[in-house]
C-alpha cells in the first residue's frame, strides 16, 4: 500500500516529523530583509553558519535518506576531534514519493544540516540566531523546544533534544548525539536539522511547495520549486514504486553488504606498507546498503517480518565502520606508528 | 534560621518530567540535610520548562554534634580483629577505650562528630542529589561527562536570614553556585541577582516566569474557559493535556481559534487526537450543536500584535494537519465503499503479530472460531460474534489509523456503519479492546463482551502456548491487564469455565505449534532412551501413559466434556493449568483492592469449579463477610478444633472416620446438641449450596457455633469406650462435612 499515510519513516535516519505537511499561505509578518527564494534561504544560512565558524560543506555525492547520514555527520561525530560543520543533503525517500502532486510531500528533498563537536553552550542561542537570519522574527513568533528524542535503527545511534516548533510548526530537530554506530560520543556533538522546503514555505508564505519561487522571483528567467522538480518527482515516483527492479535491487543489497566486509576485513597495512583504515569506502557502501533497502520498501517487496532484519543488517555495517573510522587519526586515534611509516 | 533558595537551570526539560522531578529533588536534598543533622521547618519544589526550584525554610543554621559509642572486639582478640576495628572507625589503638563488659575487656570507640555549618552540608548534598539525580533518561553535553536530562547551565544557592544573604559555594564539574539566574528566553533574557525565594519569585514574575505550574495551569484553565465563555462556546477538559501544556511555558498566553468550515465534518475524535497529539491544542465546544469548532492553543509569550501571528502560524499548521486528516477519512471511507470492511483489513495476513503466533489475520480466525464459542455463553448471536471479531480490527489497515494509531476501534466503528454493518458490530470494533485498564469501562453488549473475551484469552493462551509469560515488573504484552480484563469482563457478563475456553483456544494454537513441538519431543525422546537404555517407542508410551493418569486425575472432564482430542489436551494441559493459576493471582489482586485476605480467596480456590470466577468471587465475597464477623471467627475455631482432632485421630487409627455417628450413643446434652443442630444445619445447607447461595448456607453454618463450643466444653472426644470414641470422630466429621462444601477452611490463617 503506497497511500497516503505510509508510516515508513524508522528506515529513515529521522524517525519522526522531519517531512510533515506544512501550514499553507503563512501570513508571515514580512520583515523588510525578508527572503524572497528558497534559494535565499539556503544562502543565509550558509552565510550565517560560515560566520559563525562552521565549515561549510558540500552534499555528500550518494543518495541517503536524511543529512544525518553525510559521514561529515556519521562518522565525524566520533571520536575526540573538534568538529564544526555546515552543509545541505539531498536526501531521498522513495515512499513519499506523489508524483509532485502533494503539496508537500517528496520523494527528493533538501536537509539543512549543522554539526558542532564539542556542542558549544550557547548551541540553542545560536540556532536561534540562524532563525532570526532567515526572517522570522524573534518578537512576534513563539518559539518552543519541545521534547523529541532521536533514534536511528540503521545507524544505531541515538540522542536526545527536541524538536523546535515555531507557532506550533516544527522548524527544526535539536539533537545531543549519545552514541553513533554503537559507540558512545565523547565529546557529545549538537546537531541541527532543518527540513528547508517545509521551513522555506512557511517563510514564504506558500501553500503548494511546487509553487515555491526557487530563485528570485523578479529575475528575468524566474523559476519555482515546481519548474526545477516536478519533471524528476514523476518520473523518480514512478520509477520507484513501479519500474526499479528488484531482482537486481536485492542484488546489489547483497553485493554492498559484502563489498562493505570486504573492505573492512582486509589489513590495515596495505602492500606498500602503509597503514590506512577504508572507513570512509566502506561506510560508502553502508550508505547504499541503506538506500537499496529504501528503495526494495518502496517497491513493496519487504515484509514486515523482513524489515526488522534487513534494518539490523544495515546497522551492523554502520556500526562496524564505526569500529573502523575511531582507529583513524581523522577520529583523534594515534597516528600510525613510526616504524611503519619509515617502512 | 536560615532560608535556602536551590535554582538548577537547564535547556527545556520536558513536560512529563517536570513534576516528578521537582519532587525528587526536594526528596534528595531534605533526605540529604536530614540525614547529615540539619533540620528544617518546611519545604517546597517548582518547576518551570528550564528550571528545578527548592526552597528551604526554618533551616538549622549548624547541625547538632554527635556522639557515638561503639563497641569492638575483646582486649584479647587476635590482632585481625582489633586492625579491622580500626580501619572501620577510622581511630588508632590509642583512642580505643578499654572496658568492662559481661564477657570480660572489650573494646569501645568514642566517635565525637563535631556539628558542621548549613553551607558544607548544603554543598554536599546538592552536589550529591545533582549526581545522582533519577531522571528517566539523561544525557552528556560538550566534552563533560555530568549527566543531567538536558544540559545544566547554572546553580543558584542562597542561604538568607535577617542579617542578610550569602551564596551557598557548590561546585559540579565546571558548574560554579552564584546568586543569578535569567528571565523569560525571550521576553526578559536579561540576567537577575537575587537574595532569596521571595524576592526571586518577585523578579521572577517581572521577567515573565510564573514559577508554580499549578498557578500556570490555573491561568490557563482560567483564560481559555473565559475566552471559550465569552464565544458561547465550552472546552473540553482535559488534564493530562493541561498538564503537559503548563509544562511548555513559563509565561502562558491563551489563543482561542475557529477550526476552518471544511473539516467540521470529521468526526470529533479525529479532530480531537489530531489537534491533541500534534499541537497541543485544547478543543473547543459548541454546546448547541456539539460539535468541536475551535481550539485553544497556549503561547509562550506575549507579543506586540497581541498574538495574531501566532494564532495565525498555529491556524496555518491545523489546516495543513486536518487536510491530511481530510484525506485520510475520505480515502479510507472510499475504501471501505469498494471492498468492505473486511476488505480493507486484507492486508492484515502480511502484519506479523509475533513471529511465533502468526499474522494478524491468523490471530483473528482464531478470534473468530473463539468468540463464536463464547457467543452462546454471554447471549450473542454466534454469526454476529463471528463477523465482528472479523472486522474489528481491519481498521488497523485504514490510513486514519495509519496516522493516529491511538484511533484504532474508533475509526473502525465509524468504518462499520459506513460499511452499512449492524450497530453491535461497529460497536465491537471500538469495544472489544475494552477494558484496558482497572477503571475503564467494560463493555455490556453480549456481541462487544464475546469478541472482547475472545480477543484476551486468545492472546494470554498464544503467550503461554509459546512460554512468554510476564516475569517481574517484564510484562512486554500487557497479559496481566490482559487476563485482568478478561476477570472484569466475565463478572460483569457471564458464567462460564474458564479452564475449557483457555483449553478450547488453546489447542488452536496447539495446532500451529504443533510441528515445532514434536520435532523437540522427539529429539528429547531420543535423548531419554539412550539414556534409559530402552527404545524410543517405549519411552513415548510410558510418557504417554503418565501424561494421561495425570490428566485424568487432574481436569477429567478436559477429556470427557469438550470433546476435544485427548492427545493434543494431554500436551496443552500443563500450559492450561498454569495459565488458570495467572488468572487466580490477577484475581488476588483484584479481590485484594474489595480487602478480601488471600488465604480467604485461596480456601475458595481450594473449591471445585474454580474456573468459574463468578461462582468463585460470590464465594470469596461471602466468606469474608462470615470469616470477618463474631460467629465465623469463632465457628473457625471450632471446625478446626474438630478438624485437628479428627485428622489426629485418623492419622493414628488409620482409618477415615466419615460415616455412623448415631445419637443413640451421645450420652450429653451438649452431645445430642450438636447432632440436632448439624440435622438442621445440613436441611438448610444443601439447598442453599445448590442455590449457590453462599450467604444462607454461612448464615447456617454460624448457628453450630454455640453447639459446637458447648460439645468441645463438655465432652471428652477420646472416651474409654471404643465405640462412644468412633461415635464421636463421626460426629466429627460431620462438622468437617458441613463445611466442606462451604469453603476449605483450612486453608484460612488464625
Redesign the interface.
Known sequence: MHGFACKRAQTYAYDRGRHGPTPKGIAMTQMPDAPRSFQEIILRLMSYWAAKGCAVLQPYDMEVGAGTFHPATTLRSLGAKPWAAAYVQPSRRPTDGRYGENPNRLQHYYQYQVLIKPSPPDLQALYLGSLAAIGIDMDLHDIRFVEDDWESPTLGAWGLGWEVWCDGMEVSQFTYFQQVGGHDCHPVSGELTYGLERLAMYILGVDHVMDMPYNDPDAPIALTYGDVFRQTEQEYSRWNFDQADTAMLLQHFVDAEAECDRILSADDVDAAGRRIIMAHPAYDQCIKASHLFNLLDARGVISVTERQAYIGRVRALAKRCADAFVRTEAAGAAPASRELETL | MPDMLLELFS??I???MQARAAADLKKLVMDGLVEAGLTYASAGAFST?RRLVLTIEGLLAESKPVREERKGPKADAPDAALQGFLRSTGLTREQLEVRDDKKGQVFFAVLEKPGRSAPAIIAEVVEAAIRNFPWP???????GTLRW???L?SILCVLSDEGGNEVVPITVDHLTSGNTTYGHR?MAPARLTVTGFEDYTAKLRRAFVMLDAGEREAAIWQDAQNQAFAAGLEIVPDAGLLAEVAG??EWPVVLMGRIGEAFLGLPAEVLQTSMREH?KFFSVKNPKTGRIEGFV?V???E???YGA??L???N??????L??AK??WE?DLRTVGAVGLDGMGA?LA???FH?KLGSQADRITRIAALAREIAPIVGADADMAEQAANVAKADL?S??V??FPELQGTMGGYYARAAGLPEAVAAACKAHYSPLGPTDDVPSDPVSVAVALADKIDTLTGFWAIDEKPTGSKDPYALRRAALGVIRLVLGNARLSLASLIATSMIDHYHRLYRELSLQRRSGIAEAASELGISPFEVERLKMEADKRKLQAERPELLADTGIDERVARTMLPYTIDLLAFFHDRLKVFLKDEGIRHDIIDACIAMPNNDDLTLLVNRARALNAFITSDDGTNLLQGFKRANNILTQAETKDGVEYSYGADIKFAETDAERGLFHALDAAEYTIKPAMEAEDFATAMQELAKLRAPIDAFFDTVQVNADSEVIRRNRLNLLHRIRAACAPVADLTKIEG
Open positions: 535547556e527545556e520536558p513536560a512529563r520548562p533518561k539523561s544525557m552528556r553535553w560538550g566534552t536530562v538536558r544540559p547551565h525571550f511548555l511555558v499541537q492553543t503561547a509562550n509569550r507579543t506586540a500584535d501571528t501566532i495565525a502560524g498555529n496555518k499548521v491545523l489546516s495543513a494537519r487536510s491530511d484525506f485520510f480515502n492486508g502480511n502484519v506479523t513471529n489497515q490510513a486514519m495509519g496516522e
